[in-house]
């Protein structure tokens, strides 16, 4: 038996000479909220980068659901059952909501189909969007939206958000807030990145905190102190805090 939906084990990321992700340990259970918690340029977009199938990492295993994999491409993700919100969205601003999710299926579905599913999704997990609209008269927080319902569409185990609050108002990260809490009740695990110590603290079971690429603590964020966490994830003493 295997408790973990995700293992990570040692995975290595160079560019060049620099090392983005330098041996990365990182567990995933099923059903938990998982922070990966950094400052800026501490290789959490790098990281989950190639376990989207994005970036091919240089050494390392990734173990799914107890088995070896491979990760090429982000097809092979999705059907392994992992989905993922960009930091920054790849939509098409003059088709529709619909049109864009199309787009992004491995197999051909008709848009009258997507249309129907993407606003059933849209409804239950309280992200309202009108599949019809298109992206150019869409909100920030609404392109965020249809990211998600994408992802939901393959109905994942796993769903990977890149700092998916920088560009919400606080109203928007409240709701979004509330459909990450739905996922996890329904035993889909979520793997939360961020950079800040107060939305970790307040929605997440677990965090791996990252510095210079390494993984430098996990822990129980509701657990400890943000002064324990700033300290764990800028290095040294925090001063003023
Ligand atoms: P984070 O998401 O934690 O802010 P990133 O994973 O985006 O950090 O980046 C980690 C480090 O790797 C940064 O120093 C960044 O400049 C570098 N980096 C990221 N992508 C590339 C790339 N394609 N080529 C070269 N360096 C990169
Ligand atoms: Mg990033």
Not at 9 to 14: A, E, G, M, Q, S
Not at 71 to 83: F, V
Not at 96 to 124: G, Q
Request: with cysteine; net charge neutral.
């Amino acid at each position: 038996m295997n408790a973990s939906l995700l293992s990570v084990r040692k995975l290595t990321k160079r560019f060049g000479s620099f090392t983005a992700c330098d041996g990365i340990d990182l567990e995933i259970r099923p059903g938990e909220i998982h922070a990966l918690l950094g400052e800026n340029g501490a290789g959490k977009s790098t990281l989950v980068k190639m376990l989207f199938g994005v970036l091919a990492p240089n050494s390392g295993d990734i173990v799914w659901n107890g088995d070896h994999v491979n990760i090429a491409t982000p097809a092979q993700a999705r059907k392994l059952g992992i989905g993922m919100v960009f930091q920054h969205f790849s939509l098409f601003e003059a088709l529709t909501v619909a049109e864009n999710i199309a787009l992004s299926l491995d197999r051909s579905v008709s848009i009258a189909d997507i249309s129907e599913k993407a606003r059933a999704l849209s409804i239950s997990y309280g992200l309202p969007l009108d599949p019809n609209s298109h992206v150019a008269d869409l909100s920030v927080g609404e392109r965020q939206r249809i990211e998600i319902v994408r992802a939901l569409l393959q109905n994942p185990k796993l769903i990977i958000l890149d700092e998916p609050t920088s560009v919400l108002t606080p109203q928007e990260a409240d709701k979004l807030f509330e459909t990450l809490d739905k996922l996890k009740a329904e035993g889909r695990s979520v793997l939360y990145i961020s950079h800040r110590l107060d939305e970790v603290q307040r929605i997440c079971d677990r965090a791996t905190v990252l510095r210079h690429g390494k993984v430098v603590g996990a822990c129980e964020p509701r657990k400890e102190t943000a002064a324990s966490l700033a300290s764990l994830m800028v290095g040294g003493d925090v001063a003023g805090v």
